[in-house]
């Protein structure tokens, strides 16, 4: 259901943050964080991923395996 942000590779560069249709992504202690309660991983608004695309570090907005693959609800 939700994509993660990977704290240890962050810079906080805060590139993601603005481009999340989902609001779902805010910093806190110098790195940004994903609300997985609101990352719809991008479905419904962009065939990829924002955050991911935007990322400047490789591999570090990830799918989080701890929750189940988004379905979007009509
Ligand atoms: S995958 Fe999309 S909805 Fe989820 S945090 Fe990244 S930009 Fe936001
Ligand atoms: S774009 Fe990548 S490096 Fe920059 S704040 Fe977001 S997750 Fe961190």
């Known amino acids: ?6 704290a240890s590779q962050c810079t906080g560069c805060s590139a993601c943050e603005p ?3 989902n609001v779902a ?3 806190k202690n ?3 964080i994903i609300d997985p309660k609101k990352c719809s991983e991008c479905i419904g608004y ?3 991923p924002q955050c991911v695309a935007v ?3 490789d591999v570090t907005c990830v ?3 701890a929750y189940p693959r988004y379905v979007a609800t009509a």
């Open 55 to 57: 990322c400047p570090v």
């Open 63 to 65: 799918i989080d395996n």
């Open 46 to 48: 962009f065939d990829d």
């Open 1 to 6: 259901m939700a994509y993660k942000i990977i």
């Open 19 to 21: 481009e999340c249709p």
């Open 30 to 32: 110098g790195v940004f």
């Open 25 to 27: 992504i805010r910093e």
